[in-house]
């Protein structure tokens, strides 16, 4: 049950090899959802680009979060990577109904095997065995192929 409450959380992940990671602020690095909504939405409900931008390189933890909040986030960091300021590819997970929102939203969207029909028919990916180091081996052989094929098409148009 603490892995299914883990895997709710919202997992960015950070596939830029061009900028040194920050060190983040210690106030903003862990969030809970209420203090999430009180910094990125403004009064009526709108969402904040320059407090997204601010509290971005410090976010490493968001708990506590609703689905609605995974959504905002998501379209957030969407929004900056329009305007030119975030290079990063956004991923999320989930399992549940309420989730298919963010992972039809995000770049990558993970679904959990145990989750409902409706996430997984949202998500990009399926994870078989509720792990969250499958995101991770998957990330690395990812990378490892581009970077053969890369090496490949370059070797190529050289010879």
């Known amino acids: 049950l603490l892995l299914l409450l883990l ?56 708990a506590r979060a609703t689905p609605g909040d995974k959504y905002t986030l998501v379209q957030a960091l969407k929004a900056l990577r329009a305007c030119g300021q975030l290079r990063e590819t956004v991923a999320v997970t989930g399992d549940g109904t309420n989730d298919a929102p963010a992972l039809a939203a995000a770049d990558v969207g993970f679904a959990m095997a145990g989750g409902t029909p409706i996430a997984k028919e949202a998500a990009d990916i399926l994870l078989l065995d509720d792990n969250f180091r499958s995101i991770v081996c998957a990330v690395r052989w990812g990378r490892n192929v581009y970077s053969s094929v890369t090496k490949f098409l370059q070797f190529q148009l050289t010879a």
């Open 7 to 62: 895997l709710l959380l919202l997992l960015l992940l950070c596939i830029n090899r061009h900028t040194a990671p920050q060190e983040p602020h210690p106030a903003l690095a862990v969030l809970e959802g209420p203090a999430f909504r009180a910094l990125l939405l403004t009064a009526d409900g709108a969402l904040d680009l320059a407090a997204a931008a601010a509290l971005w390189p410090h976010l490493r933890v968001l």
